[in-house]
């Protein structure tokens, strides 16, 4: 064992401030010596064991520092000198020399033999695994065969987001719906006396259940409540809601509001847009008078270029929102003083990925897995992992609403419609639990919108299904004429850059469809009306940024999946005189 003492020999240079929620740090100054202790306590200058790697860890730190002026996540830098942390301190429990491939597979196997014990999961080893690979070949340089004898695992335990029934959503929404409300009309009250209040001042109270509670800190408590709201109505992530900037207002052709919010997502390198709108598309109309307040209380609270719309206050001092700030909210006032239950006796808390897994299930049932693509914006892998389990409860009550069906069947030898009317099954649980007023606009395949869907074109559509036999009764077909929608009435065009993209696709094979037709004149007294209606009336009005933004993911990404070329549209083409003899 080494003697040499560690004398007061913290360096500053030697320890990173990272920029993350919880101001984390990466202080090399700990590798240096055995057991790695606190930042705190090496700087009081007691003695420590040298841990002889020196070299190594300066390497490391330069390697950090070198990733952060190229632009590196510090949360995955700071995830990165973690996992390193827990490698060392094992070597030193162990008395291993660091970063050796010797000490790299005792160590992995030792966390291969916990998962076999079950006290770790496959994913974490896989996550551990992964951490400490790159920090050994890209960050140290080492050589890639250390890694040889190492086991490799799969994620086969990592669990989706499971998304609330709606008995859960009956519980969550009107707590959270009443407690931004009161604190909203307090705040509106007297804006500056709770912005300089202390946070452990009590400033405002809160009503629920025939009970009066006095709040601290009521600025973050509404903003809380006011998170988790935006986050079903929006289906948007913690990181992006966080990021949201005080929104642009645009106008659109029937003279509604559209709020447009960007926000940067560093993994996929792209901006992305949370839309809210006047017209009631994909949210519910109620929403919209929410919205509009949590906008007048961001403002009020800071109204600055760079502010988010997400923030809090108190002492005088403006704060953005933090993943820390709805972890307090949660476990030290909500779990304190409220006690919610799922149905199987779980604890019930609000959480941003289930409201978002939520949405996601219910986007999906209704409106098909296209417009649930367009809501998450993830990649197809993500929305796998993550956003299609949906509830085990719900999964639970399908399946047995299933196998009692089918088992009726063959007792019966009936059709399903009569083994449901033999069991008294007049509601399937999953059509039950996704059972939602659809909102009156419409997404159709052209870009753009239908403010009545079911109006009395869409009736032509159903009466022809119904003589067909392909609609069972109640059943109703929407309105199809997607070239009869350029002129319409009823159509409205929503200023989001997906939808101007798909229909500039849609443009785009109308236009390249004219060797397609039999002569420059079919092409004209098919399309020609079109393509004057979108440039003339419907481009033009298209905010300069939103458009050129459409364009240039036209440009970049091709047509919408929608279209996927001039031949996507030859059924839009009507035959000649001629050929229909």
Same mark, same amino acid.
Not at 206 to 218: A, I, R
Not at 236 to 260: C, H, M, R
Not at 496 to 515: G, M, N, Q, T
């Given at each position: $064992?080494?003697?040499? +003492? ?6 500053? &240079? ?23 202790? %606190? ?6 200058? $007691? ?55 010797? %000490? ?30 790159? #920090? ?85 408590? $509404? ?7 935006? %986050? ?49 598309? *994909? ?19 800071? *109204?600055? !270029? ?10 005088? &001092? ?23 239950? *799922? ?27 296209? +417009?649930? *693509? ?46 449901? !009317? ?43 299904? &119904? ?26 065009? #929503?200023?989001? #850059? ?8 849609? &443009? ?74």
């Amino acid at each position: $064992m080494s003697e040499i +003492a560690y004398l007061n020999g913290w360096k500053s &240079k030697l320890c990173i401030e990272l920029d993350t929620e919880d101001n984390k740090k990466a202080d090399f100054n700990r590798f240096m010596v055995k057991h790695f202790p %606190s930042t705190e306590v090496l700087k009081k200058g $007691m003695q420590f064991e040298d841990a002889a790697r020196t070299g190594v860890i300066l390497q490391l730190k330069a390697r950090f520092d070198e990733a952060i002026q190229e632009g590196a996540s510090h949360a995955s830098l700071y995830n990165f000198f973690f996992g390193t942390s827990l490698y060392l301190r094992w070597c030193d429990e162990q008395n291993m020399t660091a970063f050796t491939q010797p %000490s790299l597979e005792k160590y992995m196997n030792h966390l291969d033999n916990r998962v076999m014990l079950g006290s770790m999961k496959n994913s974490t080893y896989t996550q551990r695994l992964s951490i400490i690979t790159v #920090v050994f070949t890209q960050y140290l340089e080492l050589p890639y065969h250390y890694f040889d004898n190492v086991v490799v695992r799969d994620k086969s335990d990592t669990q989706s987001f499971e998304s609330y029934t709606k008995n859960d959503k009956k519980q969550l929404l009107p707590f959270l719906r009443a407690l931004f409300k009161q604190t909203y009309q307090q705040f509106m009250v007297n804006p500056e006396k709770h912005i300089n209040a202390n946070r452990c001042k009590k400033t405002m109270t809160f009503q629920w259940k025939n009970k009066e509670y006095q709040l601290s800190g009521g600025i973050s408590k $509404m903003m809380c409540a006011g998170t988790y709201l935006l %986050s079903y109505y929006t289906y948007a992530n913690t990181s992006d809601l966080f990021q949201l900037k005080l929104p642009e207002k645009a106008s659109t052709n029937v003279g509604e509001i559209w709020y447009t919010m960007p926000a940067f997502k560093r993994r996929a390198f792209k901006s992305i847009r949370i839309e809210m709108g006047g017209h009631g598309l *994909d949210i519910p109309k109620y929403s919209l008078d929410f919205f509009d307040k949590l906008l007048d209380a961001s403002k009020l609270i800071s *109204d600055d !270029e760079n502010s988010t719309l997400l923030q809090t206050a108190s002492s005088k &001092k403006v704060r953005r929102m933090k993943s820390t700030t709805l972890n307090t909210f949660l476990r030290l006032w909500v779990e304190k003083h409220f006690s919610f239950t *799922d149905q199987t006796g779980r604890k019930l808390r609000p959480l941003v990925s289930r409201f978002r897994e939520s949405g996601a299930q219910i986007t999906a049932y209704h409106q098909g897995e296209l +417009a649930n *693509d367009i809501m998450l914006n993830n990649t197809p892998n993500t929305r796998k992992k993550h956003y299609s389990e949906g509830n085990q409860i719900t999964n639970n009550g399908m399946m047995q609403d299933t196998m009692m069906i089918r088992e009726e069947q063959v007792k019966s030898a009936v059709n399903t419609e009569k083994a449901k !009317e033999n069991l008294g099954i007049n509601v399937l649980v999953i059509e039950q639990e996704h059972k939602v007023d659809i909102p009156s606009l419409s997404r159709t395949p052209n870009g753009g919108s239908c403010a009545y869907p079911f109006g009395e074109k869409s009736k032509k559509y159903t009466k022809k299904a &119904k003589t067909q036999g392909l609609l069972k009764e109640g059943e109703q077909l929407a309105c199809a004429d997607l070239l009869g929608c350029f002129g319409c009435p009823d159509q409205v065009i #929503v200023q989001s #850059v997906v939808d101007i993209w798909c229909l500039l696709s849609f &443009k785009a094979c109308i236009e390249e469809s004219l060797y397609q037709h039999l002569d420059a004149s079919h092409y004209r007294n098919n399309f020609e009306n079109i393509i004057e209606f979108i440039d003339t009336k419907i481009l033009p009005s298209i905010h300069t940024k939103i458009r050129k933004q459409a364009e240039a993911k036209l440009d970049d990404e091709g047509f919408h999946p929608t279209w996927d070329g001039p031949k996507s549209i030859l059924h839009f083409i009507p035959k000649s005189h001629k050929e229909s003899k």
